[in-house]
C-alpha cells in the first residue's frame, strides 16, 4: 500500500490496522475511551506547532490529528454508529447552514447580522440536537443550565477556572483567598485520608476536588493556573536538565544516580536562579 493525497487511502489503513484476524494487535483493542487521551494530546501538538511558528511540524501534526478523528470514526463504523462520511457530511451541513449569507443567495449582511443569524440558527441546532439526545435516552445534558456555556471540550484545568468564574457571576465564590487556603488545607486531609483507605477511586475524587481548590486561589490571586502550571513546568524542565548536565559532568547517569544525589544538584539549581 503506497502513500497518498486522497483521504480514503488513510480510511483503508486504519480499516487495515482493524481488521481482527490481520490487522495490528495494539490497533485492534483500542476503544473510544483509551484512544481519548492521544486525541487530545495531539490536539495539544497542534497547538505546539503553531506557536513554534513550525510549519514543518504543523503539517505533520494536523495528519496525527486527523488521524485521530479516522481511528474514532472507524470504531463507530464497526459498532453501526456512524462512518467517516457520516462525520464530512455533518460538519458540511452544519458549515453550510450556519454561514447562509455565503452559500445562499441572501441581502448583504453587516458582521452584526451576521452574528445574530449564527446564533439564532445555533440556537435551533441546539433545539434538534436536544431532540436526538431525547431520542437515544441521554438525559444528562451538560451543556444546558447556568454553566452549560462552559465548555467540557477544554483542558480540565481551565474548564475548572471557568467554571468558577460563571458561578461567581450569581455570588456563588469566596469573597476573599484566606478561607480558600483553608479549604486547600481540608481538601489536603481529606486526601490524606482516602490514601490511608486504599480506595482508588476515592483518591481520584479527593484528588480532582484538592486541585480545583488550588485553582480556586489560583483565581483569587490573579494568577492563570494553567500558566502558572506552564511555568512550573519549564521550571522543571530547566532544573532536571541542569541535574543531567552536571550528572554528565562527573561521567554519572541518570539511571546510576541516587536520590539524594540528584536532590543536592536540584538545590544547587535552584540556588543558581536566584
Known sequence: MDASKDISRLIEIMVAL??????????????????????????YEVADAIERKDPDDLCDELGDLLLQVVYHARIA?????????????????????????VFARSDELTPEAVKVQWDEIKAEEKRERA????????????KAGFLG??????????????????AAQVGFDWSEA????????????????ALRGGRQDKVADELGDLIFALANIGRHVDADPEDALRGTNT????RFSYIEAELQKSGETLQAA?????????????????
Do not use: N
Open 149 to 166: 456555556s462552559v465548555q467540557r471540550s477544554q483542558p480540565a484545568l481551565t474548564e475548572a477556572l471557568k467554571l468558577q468564574q460563571k
Open 131 to 142: 431532540e436526538r439526545r431525547a431520542r437515544r435516552g441521554i438525559t444528562e445534558d451538560f
Open 77 to 101: 463504523e464497526e459498532a453501526g454508529q456512524f462512518a467517516f462520511g457520516d462525520v464530512v457530511e455533518a460538519v458540511t451541513r452544519k458549515m453550510i447552514r450556519r454561514h447562509p449569507h
Open 18 to 43: 482493524r481488521d481482527p484476524e490481520t490487522g495490528c494487535p495494539w490497533d485492534i483493542v483500542q476503544t473510544f475511551e483509551t484512544i481519548k487521551p492521544y486525541t487530545i494530546e495531539e490536539a
Open 235 to 238: 521550571k522543571f524542565r530547566r
Open 178 to 193: 484566606e478561607p480558600i487556603l483553608d479549604k486547600i488545607e481540608e481538601e489536603i486531609a481529606e486526601l490524606r485520608e
Open 258 to 274: 541516587t536520590l539524594e544525589r540528584m536532590e543536592a544538584l536540584w538545590q544547587a539549581a535552584k540556588l543558581g536562579e536566584r
